[in-house]
């Protein structure tokens, strides 16, 4: 049993493996994707006591770091609210607070608040007068400002949009506005804030994962759907939940979201979905959350079906030759940094020479074409 195998039992409910030697791997591999307390809050009566040891003091310090992000969340709310600017608390900020058991539970990188357009030179100014400076190797996106860091402190991204236009093209300016419209007041970090309704929360956090990180990030992304699902049970309308989808153009990555968090975190969505993904379909992605295939690599396959090979390669090397990633590092630090970027990507165009690597674009390909729905 593989690590992420062991991880995927147990948050659906299953035994600890017995073997202690698993028990080790487990423990590294659920602190790389930030579920270490959520192990913590499933030891068995008999775990050894190194095992004890090591998940009370990721839980302690999943805890203090999550302190911190409150402090730092709060401040931001506060200087929102007295510039009368509205912000919807996105993602991890959100789920930790009304859908994990325990806030520390749910560790998160960065900060995703979202805010109305015309707001966004407002929070920009306020990022400012807060110490926050423009990442500088961050790009604007297609639905949120570029990265604003401070030392110490989380990341902050300001969206205008939860979703980004090109994984939900059906998310007009008119379901925008409805997105609005839906919102509900709620309290984090002893702050007045907005969250998402129960199905734009799930719409969201099937777009993030289907679409936009390609199915990575390990067992994590399921269970955020499974909490979500037992939280909001009595408040979910799944007929408007797959309508929206639609009008959003977001079927099908819904239809895998909610199938792959069902078997692999057990959550409590109806038996009987509108649409299904296809067995292959489903056993590819599940080899990525099993840690079967580099999600990274998949997500590189993927890419070059979409935009054709060769746009690939000149992408890899442009990628391999960006000076924003030389300056300061030296030569021997941007030795390595090529090396390593050509390790992880150069494999993709090494693998396109092959009879199976061409099978395995097309097959990742076909997989990145149902969940875009780019055939409809």
Same mark, same amino acid.
């Given at each position: ?8 039992? !147990? ?61 730092? !969340? ?20 959100? !789920? ?153 153009? !977001?079927?099908? *990555? ?43 690599? *998949?997500?590189?396959?993927?890419? *070059?079906?979409?935009?054709g090979p060769l746009a690939v390669v000149k992408a890899v090397v442009q990628r ?5 990633d030389t300056p300061g590092r030296g030569v021997g630090r941007w030795y390595r ?40």
């Amino acid at each position: 049993m593989s690590p992420e195998e062991a991880i995927v039992a !147990l948050i659906s409910g299953g035994q600890w493996p017995a073997s202690g030697e698993v028990w080790t791997a487990l423990l590294q591999r659920a602190s790389l994707l930030g579920l270490a307390p959520v192990l913590a809050a499933h030891l068995p009566v008999d775990a050894p006591t190194e095992v004890v040891s090591e998940l009370r003091l990721a839980s302690m310090a999943a805890t203090a770091r999550h302190a911190r992000a409150a402090h730092q !969340l709060a401040e931001l709310l506060r200087g929102a609210a007295v510039l009368d600017v509205p912000v919807v608390a996105l993602k991890g900020s959100c !789920l930790a607070t009304e859908a994990y058991a325990h806030p520390s539970q749910r560790t998160f990188g960065d900060l995703d608040l979202l805010v109305r357009r015309a707001d966004l030179p407002q929070v920009e100014a306020l990022s400012e007068s807060l110490g926050y400076r423009r990442s500088e190797y961050e790009h604007e996106g297609g639905h949120h400002l570029a990265v604003r860091q401070r030392t110490g402190s989380l990341s902050v991204e300001w969206h205008w949009r939860p979703i980004a236009c090109q994984f939900a093209p059906g998310l007009d300016e008119g379901e925008l506005g409805a997105v609005w419209r839906r919102m509900r007041p709620f309290v984090v970090a002893g702050e007045q804030a907005l969250m998402l309704s129960p199905e734009d929360q799930l719409l969201t956090l099937s777009a993030h994962w289907a679409l936009s990180n390609r199915c990575a990030g390990g067992p994590r992304p399921l269970l955020d759907i499974a909490v979500a699902c037992r939280a909001w049970a009595h408040a979910i309308d799944w007929v408007e939940l797959w309508a929206r989808a639609g009008r959003w153009r !977001l079927t099908h *990555a819904l239809a895998m979201t909610l199938t792959m968090a069902r078997e692999m975190a057990a959550a409590q969505v109806p038996e009987s979905l509108p649409v299904a993904p296809s067995a292959e379909h489903l056993a590819r992605v599940r080899g990525r959350v099993l840690g079967q295939t580099d999600p990274r690599h *998949a997500m590189l396959l993927a890419e *070059a079906v979409h935009r054709g090979p060769l746009a690939v390669v000149k992408a890899v090397v442009q990628r391999l030759a960006d000076p924003r990633d030389t300056p300061g590092r030296g030569v021997g630090r941007w030795y390595r940094h090529w090396c390593g970027l050509w390790q992880r990507q150069g494999e993709v165009v090494a693998g396109m020479a092959s009879r199976s690597g061409r099978a395995a674009l097309a097959a990742e390909g076909d997989v990145a074409d149902w969940l875009a729905e780019s055939a409809d």
